[in-house]
């Protein structure tokens, strides 16, 4: 029987689809496994998530700038970082589905539905899974598979093939010179742009650059929608430091990042927990997790990943990295913030999509998304399709569309113009009925408290502004 949480997630992904906000990719052959496409309104709350990261940082913060990094870059990057030798997960096959799964996250997904937060039992297995990954001992994690009996889930047999490694980059053939690969983090971007940057923009220690980019990984393991894709976006920001400095900003950027995601959503649903199985490059590490509906998982990753990257790309490169400081010449340390912002959009919209049963024993659907990242930030309606209503709303609509994303809809009754804005999180509606031809106002409504009220033609655009723009978010992270 399905969980209750199954029935909302499969009633999630289907109103994405539904409302435009998330559709298969290559939908009309079939689907690409763990590849999604961003529908009109997907893409406008992806943007707003990205707009609300990028000025976090690079704007309240005058030693980080931006920059954006092509995805193909020289292979010898990828030597340099470490993903070619070490950037490998774990499959295993199961010989009756034919599917091919990641035995770790068997595991850990097996512990999470089936045990509370502290149970000691969960705790024990996990630590004999980190051991067993920590000693490469592939028969110990078989076993363990065995002993909790876990069962594919879609023949529910327990039929394995031995675990295998396998390098998660995806490999492009290139006819004449060496193989590339799509880049499988943001980072090396700007890694290999340190001294460009630095230069250019007379950057000096400590200072940082965040970029917005996709990235690529061969999940072999994809399920739980856009939670784990082969193709996705990272915003991460790499912030170079005086080694002595390390413990001091690895505190202060993790406690930035946890302000941040707190500022969006409710404090219960996020937790913060430090790394015991540390990535091939850091050297001390925290995740930022979020409750899905599937469990507390990661959605954002603070390494210290000292002066790894820039050590091995002065060896491999042969260029120097270093920065001269106080007659010295040193290798700067980096703490790094990735944010997946495809989780992060998940996560906002499983947390505010919410079915209300109103007043009249009616329900209502409704995305409670905070006002400055609605994908639509204000429809106007008119009240009946005649008497001269649809041509004062439009007029209204075309002047204030220059500063502001709205919608213009006269296509159903004013009932069913409100749920669907609701639907896809518009906070505000402006209806124009008769009281606008004598009195040059329009009614009001609330997405959340659904409350009316008289305004002004003229505040429109002022009421919009304050309402949704990213001023007092921003400034609460000040
Ligand atoms: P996981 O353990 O869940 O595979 P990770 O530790 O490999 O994640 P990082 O390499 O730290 O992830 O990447 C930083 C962020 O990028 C993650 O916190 C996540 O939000 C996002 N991310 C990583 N892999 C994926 C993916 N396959 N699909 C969507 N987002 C991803």
Same mark, same amino acid.
């Given at each position: 029987?399905?969980?209750?949480n199954?029935?909302?997630?499969?009633?999630?992904?289907?109103?994405?689809?539904?409302?435009?906000?998330?559709?298969?990719?290559?939908?009309?052959?079939?689907?690409?496994?763990?590849?999604?496409?961003?529908?009109?309104?997907?893409?406008?709350?992806?943007?707003?998530?990205?707009?609300?990261?990028?000025?976090?940082?690079?704007?309240?913060?005058?030693?980080?700038?931006?920059?954006?990094?092509?995805?193909?870059?020289?292979?010898?990057?990828?030597?340099?970082?470490?993903?070619?030798?070490?950037?490998?997960?774990?499959?295993?096959?199961?010989?009756?589905?034919?599917?091919?799964?990641?035995?770790?996250?068997?595991?850990k997904d097996?512990v999470d539905k089936?045990f509370s937060k502290n149970?000691?039992?969960k705790?024990?297995?996990l630590?004999?899974?980190?051991?067993?990954?920590?000693?490469?001992?592939?028969?110990?994690?078989?076993?363990?598979?065995?002993?909790?009996?876990?069962?594919?889930?879609?023949?529910?047999?327990?039929?394995?093939?031995?675990?295998?490694?396998?390098?998660?980059?995806?490999?492009?053939?290139?006819?004449?010179?060496?193989?590339?690969?799509?880049?499988?983090?943001?980072?090396?971007?700007?890694?290999?742009?340190?001294?460009?940057?630095?230069?250019?923009?007379?950057?000096?220690?400590?200072?940082?650059?965040?970029?917005?980019?996709?990235?690529?990984?061969?999940?072999?393991?994809?399920?739980k929608?856009?939670f784990?894709?082969?193709?996705?976006?990272?915003?991460?920001?790499?912030?170079?430091?005086?080694?002595?400095?390390?413990?001091?900003?690895?505190?202060?950027?993790?406690?930035?990042?946890?302000?941040?995601h707190?500022?969006?959503g409710n404090k219960a649903n996020y937790q913060l927990r430090?790394?015991?199985?540390?990535?091939?490059?850091?050297?001390?590490?925290?995740d930022i997790e979020y409750h899905f509906p599937f469990g507390f998982k990661e959605i954002e990753?603070?390494?210290?990943?000292?002066?790894?990257?820039?050590?091995?790309?002065?060896?491999?490169?042969?260029?120097?990295?270093?920065?001269?400081?106080?007659?010295?010449?040193? $290798?700067?340390?980096? @703490? *790094?913030?990735?944010? %997946? =912002? +495809?989780r992060?959009?998940?996560a #906002?919209?499983s947390s505010?999509?919410?079915?209300?049963?109103?007043?009249?024993?009616?329900?209502?659907?409704?995305?409670?998304?905070?006002?400055?990242?609605?994908?639509?930030?204000?429809?106007?309606?008119?009240?009946?399709?005649?008497?001269?209503?649809?041509?004062?709303?439009?007029?209204?609509?075309?002047?204030?569309?220059?500063?502001?994303?709205?919608?213009?809809?006269?296509?159903?009754?004013?009932?069913?113009?409100?749920?669907?804005?609701?639907?896809?999180?518009?906070?505000?509606?402006?209806?124009?009925?008769?009281?606008?031809?004598?009195?040059?106002?329009?009614?009001?409504?609330?997405?959340?408290?659904?409350?009316?009220?008289?305004?002004?033609?003229?505040? $429109?655009?002022?009421? @919009? *502004?304050?309402?949704? %723009? =990213? +001023?007092?978010?921003?400034?609460? #992270?000040?």
């Amino acid at each position: 029987m399905k969980k209750c949480n199954d029935h909302f997630f499969d009633f999630l992904v289907s109103h994405a689809k539904i409302y435009g906000f998330i559709f298969p990719s290559s939908d009309i052959y079939g689907g690409l496994n763990a590849v999604y496409d961003y529908g009109p309104y997907g893409v406008e709350l992806k943007n707003n998530i990205k707009k609300f990261w990028w000025k976090s940082m690079t704007h309240l913060h005058d030693n980080i700038v931006g920059i954006d990094t092509s995805i193909l870059m020289n292979s010898e990057i990828w030597n340099a970082s470490g993903h070619v030798k070490k950037f490998n997960e774990l499959l295993i096959d199961n010989k009756d589905s034919k599917k091919r799964y990641r035995p770790d996250l068997l595991i850990k997904d097996y512990v999470d539905k089936n045990f509370s937060k502290n149970s000691k039992k969960k705790e024990n297995i996990l630590y004999r899974l980190f051991e067993s990954l920590r000693k490469k001992d592939f028969l110990d994690l078989r076993i363990l598979l065995n002993e909790l009996n876990i069962c594919d889930p879609i023949s529910k047999t327990k039929n394995w093939t031995k675990i295998r490694v396998f390098n998660m980059m995806f490999k492009i053939k290139n006819e004449s010179r060496k193989d590339l690969f799509l880049r499988p983090e943001t980072a090396q971007g700007i890694f290999c742009n340190f001294h460009n940057v630095k230069k250019s923009n007379r950057m000096k220690i400590p200072f940082g650059i965040a970029q917005v980019g996709k990235s690529f990984r061969n999940e072999i393991f994809s399920s739980k929608f856009i939670f784990r894709m082969r193709e996705f976006e990272q915003m991460e920001m790499q912030f170079f430091i005086h080694p002595k400095e390390e413990n001091k900003w690895y505190e202060y950027w993790k406690n930035f990042r946890l302000k941040w995601h707190l500022i969006l959503g409710n404090k219960a649903n996020y937790q913060l927990r430090d790394h015991d199985d540390l990535a091939h490059y850091a050297s001390a590490g925290a995740d930022i997790e979020y409750h899905f509906p599937f469990g507390f998982k990661e959605i954002e990753g603070i390494h210290s990943r000292r002066d790894f990257d820039l050590k091995n790309h002065e060896f491999f490169s042969k260029k120097k990295l270093r920065v001269y400081e106080h007659q010295k010449n040193y $290798i700067p340390y980096v @703490i *790094e913030t990735s944010l %997946g =912002l +495809d989780r992060t959009f998940l996560a #906002l919209f499983s947390s505010f999509l919410k079915k209300e049963k109103l007043k009249n024993g009616t329900i209502r659907i409704v995305l409670k998304l905070p006002y400055y990242l609605s994908p639509i930030k204000a429809a106007i309606f008119p009240l009946v399709r005649k008497d001269g209503l649809p041509e004062i709303a439009k007029k209204i609509f075309n002047y204030l569309k220059i500063n502001h994303k709205l919608i213009y809809d006269q296509k159903e009754s004013i009932g069913k113009l409100y749920r669907r804005q609701d639907a896809i999180g518009t906070p505000l509606c402006f209806t124009v009925d008769y009281e606008t031809i004598e009195k040059n106002t329009v009614t009001m409504r609330y997405r959340d408290s659904m409350e009316q009220k008289r305004v002004c033609i003229k505040d $429109i655009s002022k009421i @919009i *502004e304050e309402e949704t %723009g =990213l +001023d007092k978010p921003l400034r609460k #992270l000040l």
